[in-house]
């Protein structure tokens, strides 16, 4: 059943994904990109066009819409989300998607990269993917799977319910944030304005996931102040901060505790980003962890070298400021697991083998979880996102397609009404 929405799909993934959308953590602006509205103000073009009610872009750049309930019952209202932004951490403009119709297995060379080679012995997943359609960057940009798989997936589902109004279901949010990326994707308002008892978002990767737990995140920023001096008069004067960024670095774990050297369930501390000058340096980190012990302890141990560095050096100014991100939505979920047993379910009846790992990331749906609208996330097939390795089974999200249709009724006690 799923080829009734693989070409919709394809053709969704490749117009969403040239449209550049890299969010900008440096921005203070809402959204950090003025780049994302051009994809949000084409969703809400095609939104329309479909049939969607109240279509609306907020001022903090999220596109929300409705399709109105078909069910005679008094179902809740569940919304379907995903983030239009793309990663920063690599080229997102010019992006040239590549289909590899009824993929024959072997290596996929990307062509505007030789060395860029997509193969099933490195990326055993791939391996299970022989005779669908594989859709990959050129080689030179990220693809934008992540998430715009997701909006493809969200969009061909609600134009599906749109045209079969005889499948029962309940009042149906749709929702597209901008700016997941660099953690900004729920707004305050966010929660309110989509109106929804319960959420997913489809922001997964392989087939079947069905997360519920994640990392808890704080973020870390370290600034050392030091004293500047002119370097042919700086004995006994200058002291730099960069060397003193730099011990804060060495002393930090480097053979445990960075995401290079941890896996499954093991958190981690990660320096992402640091500069200045001999005067000035900053430093920043994300600190992950899934339970909020181990991620409290480190931030207690970022805490403890900033103060061995400082002892070291006390006419330096070394300050270490932890700020919540978001929160593993495990504490929340657990307390009423419906969201999740009613996606497994919907995974079963659209022929697929329901599996919930953690995630080691957050989504959309942590922060909501947190901010009371239970939001598991669902897979899309996105592989090897933020980088030019970067790729996705157009029957993969045709497969999340039939999963969010049969989601739909089964909130509306519709389980026994089948996707036509």
Known sequence: MSGQFDRELEARLVRYCRIDTQSDETSPTLPSTAKQLDLQRLLMDELNEIGAHDVTLTDYGAVLATLPATATTDAPTIAFLAHVDTSPAFKASDVEPIVHRDYAGGDIVLPDSPDAVLSPDRFPYLAGKIGEDIVTAS????????????????????????????????????????????????????????????????????????????????????????????????????????????????????????????????????????????????????????????????????????????????????????????????????????????????????????????????????RLTE?????PNLFTGMQNFHGPLEWISVQDMARATQVCIELAQLWAGAGGDRTG
Not at 324 to 334: G, S, T
Not at 371 to 375: F, K, Q, R, S, W
């Open 139 to 366: 080689g030179a940009t990220l693809l934008g799977a992540d998430d715009k798989a997701g909006v493809a997936i969200v969009m061909a589902a609600a134009r599906h319910l749109l045209d079969h109004p005889d499948l029962a279901h309940g009042p149906i949010r749709l929702c597209f944030t901008p700016d997941e990326e660099i953690g900004r994707g729920v707004h305050p308002d966010l929660p309110a304005d989509l109106a929804a008892s319960v959420a997913y978002t489809l922001d997964g990767a392989d087939l079947g996931e069905v997360v519920y737990e994640t990392f808890s995140a704080d973020k870390g920023v370290v600034t050392v102040q030091g004293v500047s001096a002119h370097p042919g008069q700086a004995k006994d004067e200058l002291v730099n901060a960069l060397h003193l960024a730099a011990k804060i670095v060495m002393t930090l774990p480097h053979a445990t505790l960075t995401p290079e050297t941890t896996a499954d369930r093991q958190g981690f501390i990660h320096l992402y980003q640091m500069g200045g000058t001999a005067a000035a340096a900053e430093l920043q980190f994300i600190l992950r962890d899934f339970e909020l012990d181990g991620l409290r302890a480190h931030g207690e141990l970022l805490q403890l070298v900033c103060d061995a560095v400082q002892a070291t050096e006390p006419r330096a100014r070394i300050a270490c400021e932890i700020t919540p991100q978001y929160r593993n939505m495990r504490y929340w979920l657990e307390e009423d697991m419906r969201p999740v047993a009613l996606a497994e379910e919907a995974c079963r009846r659209a022929g697929v083998t329901p599996i919930s790992p953690p995630t080691r990331g957050g989504t959309d749906g942590s």
């Open 371 to 375: 901010l009371g609208v239970p939001t």
